[in-house]
């Protein structure tokens, strides 16, 4: 979703802000929830401002949360080649508390990622959340290539089902750090020195049940 050319025009610093009250309205309340109004209002600009730079309400909720992918992206793409020489597991925890980092440095971000959950019935959350798992997948799929290559992993590993397993698990721990109900049980919710500890007996788990070095 590219915005009107009115709004790339901009001053980057009201962009921003125009992207902070989006973020936050869309991550407190879904896209069904929001309000434009509310936006409009925190952002200090009109109301038909938005959709001469958005086209109307999905237009703005589509371009926040490419927005919000891209600086989750940019963040994994950096730790990813920060840690191509050192070995499958030990990156995966650092990924892990990479992960823990983020989010506490952006917590609507993750907010707004959990939402699209709660409104995977529509065909833009349905498709946005897609976009999620494809990145996912595709990121995990390469990390096992790559320790395969490396002879880290044996090469009769199912990488398909193994990258099934890594984003399920990365993604069931992210949302127990975030989530009360879901990581109270473990210790691990906003539990930093506890969720790392925790992570790192499932990896140590993932590593019996992989093999390799």
């Known amino acids: 979703m590219l915005p009107s050319p009115q709004f790339l025009q901009l001053e980057k610093q ?24 509310r936006i409009t209002k925190k952002a200090g600009i009109s109301k038909g401002s938005i959709f001469n730079y958005f086209g109307d309400k999905q237009g703005l909720f589509a371009y926040t949360f490419e927005y919000s992918l891209e600086r989750v992206k940019t ?13 499958i597991y030990e990156r995966l925890m650092i990924f892990a508390e990479e992960g823990i980092s983020f989010i506490r440095k ?46 880290e992993l044996p090469d009769s590993l199912d990488t398909k089902a193994t990258a099934f397993i890594l984003d399920s698990v990365f993604e069931r721990f992210l949302q127990a750090y975030s ?3 879901m990581g109270l049980p473990f210790g691990v919710y906003k539990a930093k020195d506890g969720a790392k500890a925790f992570i790192r007996s499932v990896i140590g788990l993932l590593r019996e049940g992989l093999g390799g070095v």
Do not use: C, P
């Not at 973020?23 to 309340?29: I, K, P």
């Not at 963040?75 to 070995?87: E, F, P």
């Not at 959950?117 to 065909?123: I, L």
């Open 14 to 37: 009201k962009q921003e802000k125009i992207i902070k009250a989006s973020l936050e309205e869309f991550s407190r309340r879904g896209f069904k929830g929001a309000s434009v109004d």
């Open 179 to 181: 989530t009360w109900h």
């Open 106 to 151: 952006n917590s609507n971000i993750y907010r707004l990622y959990l939402r699209l959950h709660n409104e995977a019935d529509s065909k833009l959350t349905t498709q946005l959340m897609a976009l999620i798992r494809e990145y996912s997948i595709r990121f995990f799929t390469e990390l096992i290539e790559d320790a395969k290559k490396k002879s």
């Open 75 to 87: 963040h994994i793409k950096n730790v990813r080649d920060q840690t191509v020489n050192k070995g």
